[in-house]
C-alpha cells in the first residue's frame, strides 16, 4: 500500500512539471554609442587636357598713313609700332588671362567642426608650360581653389557626409600668361597640387 502510494505521487509530480505557464517574458536594454573618425575624401581628375577655342581671327584698319619716301627707298613718317597699335577685340597682347577650370573637385567626409580647408598650390618646377622644342611657354601663376563665390588658394568648405549626392564640389583658377608663347599646338609640364585638410 505504501509502495503505490508513493508511485502515485511521484507519477503526479512528474505531471505538474511538465506544465508551462503562459505569458511570461523578460527583456533588457541596450546603450549604444558610436565615434566617428576624422575622414575626408577628395575627388580630383589627375590630368587635364586644356583645349582653347580657336579665336576669330582679326583685320584691324589703323588708319591712314602718311609716309616721305626717299629715291632710296627708305621712308619716315607713321607706321605701325607695337607701341601704337590698337588694340583688339580679344585683348590677348602679353595680358595674362584668368582660366577657371570649373567642377574638378570634390570632397566629403567627417570633421570635429563639419567643414575641411582646401588648398591648391602650383610645385616649383611646374609653373610652366613649354612645347616640345622648348621655344614657346605659357606660365601659370595664382592657382587658387574656388567654392560658392570663396575663391582663394586656401578655402574652407562644408563637408557635408560621406555621400557622393552631397558632396561639396569646387573650381580651381589659373593665371596663364602669354607673353612668352610663341607657337600653336601642345604645351605641357604643368601641374598644380590640391590639398583637402579636415578642421
Known amino acids: 500500500m ?13 505531471t505538474a512539471s511538465a506544465v508551462v505557464v503562459s505569458g511570461q517574458s523578460s527583456s533588457g536594454s541596450a546603450d549604444i554609442s558610436a ?27 589703323e588708319g591712314t598713313s602718311d609716309l616721305n619716301v626717299s629715291w632710296s ?18 585683348e590677348l597682347d602679353g595680358a595674362t588671362k584668368t582660366v577657371t577650370i570649373p567642377n574638378v573637385w570634390a570632397i566629403r ?14 610645385p616649383a618646377d611646374k609653373g610652366v608650360l613649354t612645347s616640345t622644342d622648348g621655344t ?14 570663396n575663391t582663394g588658394a586656401s578655402i574652407n568648405a562644408n563637408l557635408n557626409g ?4 552631397k ?7 589659373i593665371d596663364m600668361n602669354f607673353d612668352q608663347t610663341k607657337k600653336s599646338g601642345l604645351h605641357t609640364g604643368g601641374q598644380y597640387l590640391i590639398t583637402a585638410t579636415t578642421q
Do not use: W
Open 2 to 14: 505504501l509502495i503505490c502510494s508513493a508511485l502515485a505521487l511521484m507519477s503526479s509530480a512528474n
Open 35 to 61: 565615434t566617428v573618425p576624422d575622414f575626408i575624401i577628395l575627388h580630383y581628375y589627375s590630368s587635364l587636357n586644356l583645349n582653347f577655342a580657336t579665336p576669330t581671327s582679326e583685320a584691324i584698319s
Open 73 to 90: 627707298g627708305e621712308s619716315s613718317g607713321s607706321q605701325l609700332s607695337t607701341g601704337s597699335l590698337m588694340s583688339a577685340k580679344l
Open 109 to 122: 567626409g567627417f570633421s570635429k567642426s563639419g567643414t575641411a580647408s582646401v588648398t591648391v598650390s602650383v
Open 136 to 149: 614657346s611657354k605659357i606660365v601659370m601663376s595664382n592657382v587658387r581653389a574656388s567654392n560658392s563665390g
Open 162 to 165: 560621406i555621400t557622393k549626392s
Open 167 to 173: 558632396a561639396t564640389i569646387g573650381s580651381v583658377l
